[in-house]
């Protein structure tokens, strides 16, 4: 069965710089979920957007955005980077409340 | 703030025996709880959902849910030393239009001692 997709999955940046994290959901799932989570902690939410439009935000900081595309597709783009950003991140998709969120196997992002 | 609690553990069972994991949350908005399994430095994987007050079982796995005492509860059977990992207590509410909120607890880090 297909399952989430992510890009990349390691990524590398200095201070100050732009990160662009990818999600391709399971086909068909009209919801997508970004989540962060940091070495010993749970996954926090951060942003969700149902049929294209955004639905829910979590604590997603000033700096980060995100969007769906027309294609289902999500990006999650931060900006001036943190060594505190320093995360897995993982987007999670799902067709239906009763389904569940269904997780990719992250981006692990490391700021140097 | 939603509230999920669970024992950090770790909990250490060996080989065969029945683990069990509890949680209790504070939102009464909750619809819906799952279960999620997380092995270290992977992503968390869904093996279990519950709705309604009572007990699901799926394979080795049985869910108990009880929503009066705001109480959610996973036990595993013939636990087997690929079990050991994290496993993650999550309420779902209702959030934004056509998404829904998943407020996870830290988990409980579970050892099956072979």
């Known amino acids: 069965a297909a399952g989430v997709i992510q890009s990349p999955r390691h990524l590398i940046k200095e201070k100050r710089e732009t990160a662009t994290l990818k999600c391709y959901p399971i086909?068909?799932?009209?919801?997508v979920y970004w989540y962060q989570q940091g070495p010993g902690q749970d996954p926090q939410f951060l942003i969700s957007?149902?049929?294209?439009?955004?639905?829910d935000k979590g604590s997603i900081p000033d700096r980060f955005s995100a969007q769906q595309f027309s294609d289902y597709h999500s990006e999650l783009n931060m900006s001036s980077l943190e060594l505190g950003d320093s995360a897995l991140y993982f987007c999670?998709?799902?067709?239906?409340?009763?389904?569940?969120?269904?997780f990719g196997p992250g981006t692990r992002l490391t700021v140097l | 703030q939603k509230e999920v609690e669970q024992n950090s553990g770790p909990l250490s069972v060996p080989e065969g025996a029945i683990a069990s994991l509890n949680c209790t949350y504070s939102?009464?908005?909750?619809?819906?709880f799952f279960w999620y399994r997380q092995y270290s430095g992977k992503s968390p994987e869904l093996i279990m959902s519950?709705?309604?007050?009572g007990d699901k079982e799926d394979g080795r796995f049985t869910a108990q849910l009880n929503k009066a005492s705001q109480y959610v509860s996973l036990l595993i059977r013939d636990s087997q030393p690929s079990d050991s990992a994290t496993y993650l207590c999550?309420?779902?509410?209702?959030?934004?239009?056509?998404?829904?909120?998943?407020?996870f607890g830290k988990g409980t880090k579970l050892s099956v001692i072979p």
């Open positions: 957007f149902y049929e294209k439009m955004q639905s």
């Open positions: 939102d009464r908005g909750s619809q819906s």
């Open positions: 086909p068909r799932h009209d919801t």
């Open positions: 999670a998709s799902s067709l239906s409340w009763r389904d569940g969120q269904y």
């Open positions: 999550a309420p779902q509410a209702v959030g934004g239009a056509g998404s829904y909120q998943l407020t």
């Open positions: 519950i709705y309604s007050n």
